[in-house]
């Protein structure tokens, strides 16, 4: 592969996620657990080891406690060449009395010391990332078309159908794919009519039928550029701010990705891109190629499973089911404990954070799902304690809301972590 010159990567952990609380409650964005055994930060540092990019910094500021333990048990940088993976959590010291008030923002707050190092390093760009995306992606290709392009700044973009076009960034660009115009999420049609782009770009033929150039929050800038749009402005975000505001001043190309990507933002879509990888023939997947994921390293044993029916569900390591049980279109995780007799169909389960050897209070059930139980349309979080005969259907006729001892979210039922079920307890149906 064509050489390339590497850049400092700067993973943007969002704010405090609460179009996906409950899940966020008790931990930041990108330490959600994904496909059973993954978490959604794991993503975006695995395509950059991938891609030869051993230099991260990973800026949050909510519930950072899991992620920097995550971070610091998966991925032991000595490992790779001697680069780093680091959480910067925001600080309110004396100086700055201020959390992150944007993407921009939340890198100028920390750009005196990414500069630091990156420089003393020999890096001359960066590699600008959001923790809550699912793709897989090797950036040496995006970096190549930033150096042959002699860009700025260069946006890695998706060519979107017009029905989801208003809810990205769209980019208008020349035959050149140099960005000529910067929309964040257009809602007037006749401002949207205006930004579809038609024919071929840089030999790349646009389809008719997705004619709009979606942002996707990963840009390439020279850390120069990086440093004075940032230090010589008050804008708090790339997407809405920086980025317009540096067309025509500064050389911004589009690089068009052809590839599965989701955004990991709600609830609603959270859960369907955990369920789409139980697909026979997925469209993403973890299964090991020649672009893996990494994640921690746990001696768990197989999974045991002793009677029952499995249909495309994930099934991660350390699990327990018992018998005559049928699982359907679900995703199990880490060490999840599952009773006889139990159904579940459309679920996503978390699983437990340790293996649980002691009997259960007297007042309460037994670690995981108990036995009897049909779970539908819903996600449990971590150590959740569900009784005998327990019945959770998620469906549109719920309300939407906190119903205290769960949540419902476009017809969705979410258990929050260590939430205990008492036997027979029903929601739904």
Request: hydrophobic fraction near 40%; glycine fraction near 8%.
């Amino acid at each position: 592969m064509q050489s390339f010159q590497r850049p400092i990567s700067i993973i943007l952990g969002g704010g405090a996620g609460t179009r996906l609380f409950p899940l966020t409650q008790d931990r930041s964005k990108p330490a959600v657990p994904i496909g059973g055994k993954f978490r959604l930060i794991d993503i975006p540092i695995s395509n950059c080891l991938n891609s030869e990019i051993y230099h991260t910094f990973i800026l949050t500021q909510f519930n950072s406690g899991s992620l920097n333990q995550h971070v610091s048990r998966s991925f032991p940088m000595p490992n790779f060449l001697n680069g780093f993976v680091e959480v910067l959590a925001a600080t309110v010291t004396d100086e700055n009395d201020e959390w992150y008030q944007g993407t921009a923002d939340a890198v100028r707050q920390n750009l005196w010391y990414i500069l630091r190092v990156a420089r003393r390093r020999g890096f001359k760009q960066a590699l600008i990332l959001s923790g809550d995306h699912l793709y897989r992606m090797d950036y040496r290709k995006l970096l190549r078309f930033h150096e042959e392009r002699q860009a700025d700044i260069s946006v890695a973009v998706l060519l979107v159908p017009p029905e989801d076009a208003t809810g990205f960034g769209i980019l208008q660009v020349d035959r050149d794919l140099e960005i000529v115009r910067f929309v964040e999420k257009p809602k007037d049609p006749e401002i949207l009519q205006s930004l579809r782009v038609e024919g071929e770009f840089a030999g790349i033929q646009i389809p008719p039928e997705r004619p709009y150039l979606a942002s996707m929050g990963i840009y390439v800038f020279d850390l120069d550029v990086l440093e004075e749009l940032l230090e010589g402005s008050s804008a708090n975000d790339f997407g809405k701010e920086i980025l317009p505001n540096a067309l025509g001043n500064k050389r911004m190309y589009a690089y068009p990705f052809d590839g599965y990507w989701r955004d990991i933002g709600t609830i609603r879509s959270y859960y369907q891109a955990n369920l789409e990888m139980c697909a026979p023939i997925p469209e993403f997947d973890f299964f090991p190629d020649h672009s893996p994921f990494y994640t921690r390293v746990r001696s768990l044993p197989p999974a045991k499973i002793r009677k029952g029916k499995l249909d495309r569900t994930l099934i991660a390591e350390g699990v327990d089911i018992g018998e005559n049980c049928h699982l359907k279109h679900s995703v199990i995780g880490l060490r999840a404990v599952i009773q006889k007799n139990v159904e579940m169909e459309d679920v996503v389960l978390f699983g437990n954070t340790r293996f649980v050897n002691d009997e259960a209070p007297s007042d309460q059930p037994a670690m995981g799902i108990g036995e009897g139980s049909i779970l539908k349309r819903c996600i449990v979080d971590k150590d959740v304690r569900i009784g005998k005969n327990v019945i959770i259907e998620g469906s549109h006729d719920l309300e939407d809301g906190d119903h205290g001892l769960f949540f419902v979210h476009d017809g969705l039922v979410i258990i929050p972590r260590k939430t205990v079920l008492p036997d027979g307890f029903r929601i739904g149906s």
